[in-house]
């Protein structure tokens, strides 16, 4: 349908280039609020590049973007019955398309760069915290460096924690997102929960792979 075409792009180029699909996408009307979770995820790339390469692993990296997408899928599948949020279609010139990309570009680069400038200003702000702290208020903030950083750390639960990170996004892209779907009504409570859901989803699902020892 209408709806597969921003979705399948999602998962292709990850946040927020779905959240920005949905605003040329036709829903009669309606834009249902589940599809915020299809629309909040990483792109493959980076974990069959940048994790696969951090871990040293091909198979791994495929394994938790297996854990990252279908826990996308279940969140929206937990949402079905989530009311819809009301939204209309207004058509776009040339002129207003490259405008807006270029304001994309700009607040995607403008939240990268809080998150992670905000990541390091907790670490140096609290040098007493232990180190498990920091980490997590990394991941908090911004997902690249916060995955790095549970790497760095090593954990027992490295590859569940490493799915939730991933899959919570860090407030950095969770902003990212927030700016093109507030202009469908949503909030940032509502977003911040859908992400926190695909987190616990996709961290259970790799804690189960882990205890079937198919991480190796």
């Known amino acids: 349908g209408s709806g597969l075409f921003p979705i399948i792009s ?38 069959l590049g940048t994790l696969s390469g951090w871990l040293a692993s091909q198979r791994i990296a495929c394994l938790l973007y297996f854990c990252h997408v279908l826990g996308a899928v279940l969140s929206a599948l937990c949402m079905r019955k989530v009311p819809s ?19 994309a570009l700009l607040q995607v680069g403008y939240f990268v760069m809080l998150g992670t400038v905000a990541s390091r200003m907790c670490a140096c ?3 007493f915290l232990p180190e498990g702290v920091l980490v997590f208020l990394q991941s908090l903030m911004e997902v690249t460096g916060g995955a ?6 090593s954990p027992g639960l490295l590859y569940p924690l490493l799915s939730a990170a991933t899959s919570f996004g860090g407030l ?19 977003l911040a929960l859908v992400q926190l859901l695909h987190a616990a989803i996709s961290f259970l699902l790799c804690f189960f792979l882990q205890i079937l020892s198919l991480f190796g």
């Open 10 to 47: 999602g998962f292709l180029c990850g946040s927020p280039g779905g959240a920005k699909m949905m605003q040329g996408n036709d829903w009669g009307g309606k834009i249902p609020r589940r599809e915020m979770a299809l629309t909040g995820v990483m792109s493959p790339a980076f974990f």
């Open 85 to 103: 949020v009301a939204s209309e279609k207004t058509p776009l010139s040339l002129f207003a398309c490259i405008g807006q990309s270029i304001q």
């Open 125 to 127: 702000a609290l040098p």
């Open 148 to 153: 790095r950083a549970v790497i760095s750390l």
């Open 172 to 190: 950095s892209i969770l902003m990212q997102n927030l700016s093109f779907w507030q202009e469908k009504g949503v909030s940032f409570v509502e």
